[in-house]
C-alpha cells in the first residue's frame, strides 16, 4: 500500500511538525497532510519576520502547501528553545484539538553555523554551542512539553529527524565534533524516548532522509527540482539525491501503520522504508541512499545509481 497517495490514511490525526518552514520539515509537513492530517507548522521565520537564517521560506507558506495537499495546515510562529512559547503552542493544539497523534522533532538551523573539517580547538566555540543548542537542546524541550499530551491515547507518533543511521555514523565521523555529535544525538534520544513511551503504547523512532534536495541544497548546486539532474554533471552521486516529500512520505507511511510499534527504538531511513511502504518519490523512483553512500561513494566507485533508485 502507497500510504502516501492514501489522502484518508491519517484523517482525523493530529501532528505537530516542530521545524517545519523549509528541507525537510516542509516536505513532512506537506505529506503529513496529504494523508489527511491537520498539521501545525512552527518555526521562526514567517511573512513579518525572519530568523537569522535570513530566508524567503515561511511557516505560511509551508501551511499553505499542507492545505492544497488537501489537509489542514496552521502555522505558528515558536522559537523552540524558548521554553513558554513551545509551552503555549502545545497548550493550544491541546485546546483547539485535544489531542496530539504524531510530532516530529525536525527543528535544526545549523547550516551557517557549521566549519567543516576543523577540528574543535579551531571550530568557533560560540557557533558549536549554538549549534548544539539548535539541534539537540529545541527537541529535548518540544519532547518535554509535547509528549504528555500524545500519551493521552495509544498510538501516538514521535519521530526525530536526524542525518545518517545510527549504523553509519557509529564508524563515519561527520566533519565536524558539534555535528556529528548533533546528528548522533537525536539517534539514541529516538532509543531513550522509546522506553519511555513504550508502558503508552507510543513509537519513538530516528528517522534520516537521504542526500535531500532542500531549497538550500538546489541553491549551492544552482538548479531547481524541476532540472536537479543537471546538478549531476557537477556531482555525478548528487544522482542518489531525493526530494523532501520523500522523508515526508517515509513518516506518513509510519504514521498509518497500525503496527508501527515494532520500529519503536529503532533508526531508519527514507531508503529503507520505501522498500516496506512501497511509496516512491515525486518522479516515481526509490533512491536507497544509505545503502548507495556506503557501497558505491564510500567505496570509491563510480557514481552508477543502477539497483539503488
Not at 516536505?27 to 496529504?34: D, K, Q, R, T, Y
Not at 496552521?74 to 496530539?100: C, F, M, S, Y
Request: aromatic fraction near 8%.
Amino acid at each position: 500500500m502507497d500510504t502516501s497517495f492514501n489522502h484518508t490514511a491519517l484523517k482525523g490525526k493530529v501532528a505537530l511538525v516542530a521545524g517545519g518552514t523549509r528541507g525537510g520539515g516542509r516536505g513532512i509537513a506537506v505529506e503529513l497532510g496529504a494523508a489527511g492530517a491537520t498539521v501545525y507548522v512552527t518555526g521562526r521565520t514567517t511573512r513579518e519576520q525572519r530568523s537569522e537564517y535570513d530566508r524567503p521560506e515561511t511557516i505560511e507558506e509551508t501551511a499553505e502547501l499542507v492545505n492544497a495537499a488537501g489537509g489542514h495546515g496552521i502555522p505558528v510562529r515558536v522559537d523552540h528553545l524558548v521554553h513558554e512559547e513551545v509551552a503555549q503552542l502545545v497548550q493550544r493544539i491541546e485546546k483547539e484539538q485535544g489531542r496530539l497523534d504524531i510530532l516530529v522533532n525536525d527543528i535544526w538551523g545549523g547550516e551557517k553555523l557549521m566549519e567543516w573539517n576543523k577540528p574543535v580547538w579551531e571550530h568557533s566555540l560560540k557557533n558549536g554551542l549554538r549549534l548544539l543548542d539548535l539541534g539537540v537542546n529545541t527537541h529535548l524541550i518540544t519532547a518535554h512539553y509535547a509528549l504528555p499530551l500524545l500519551i493521552k491515547q495509544p498510538g501516538g507518533l514521535l519521530v526525530e529527524v536526524t542525518d545518517g543511521t545510527a549504523e553509519y555514523n557509529a564508524d563515519h565521523y561527520r566533519l565536524s565534533v558539534f555535528y556529528d555529535l548533533a546528528k548522533t544525538a537525536v539517534i539514541r534520544m529516538a532509543w531513550a524516548h522509546a522506553k519511555d513511551l513504550a508502558p503508552y503504547n507510543c513509537t519513538a523512532v530516528a528517522v534520516t532522509p537521504g542526500w535531500m534536495r532542500s531549497e538550500i541544497m538546489l541553491e549551492v548546486f544552482e538548479v531547481g527540482e524541476e532540472n536537479w539532474q543537471d546538478a549531476v554533471k557537477k556531482e555525478p552521486h548528487f544522482a542518489i539525491s531525493e526530494s523532501p516529500h520523500f522523508v515526508g512520505r517515509a513518516i506518513a507511511a509510519l504514521a498509518a501503520d497500525e503496527d508501527k510499534q515494532r520500529w519503536s527504538g529503532q533508526s531508519l531511513s527514507s531508503g529503507q522504508l520505501a522498500q516496506i511502504y512501497h511509496f516512491n518519490d515525486l518522479d516515481g523512483s526509490r533512491p536507497d541512499c544509505w545503502r548507495y553512500i556506503t557501497e558505491v561513494q564510500d567505496a570509491g566507485k563510480p557514481a552508477d545509481v543502477t539497483g539503488y533508485r
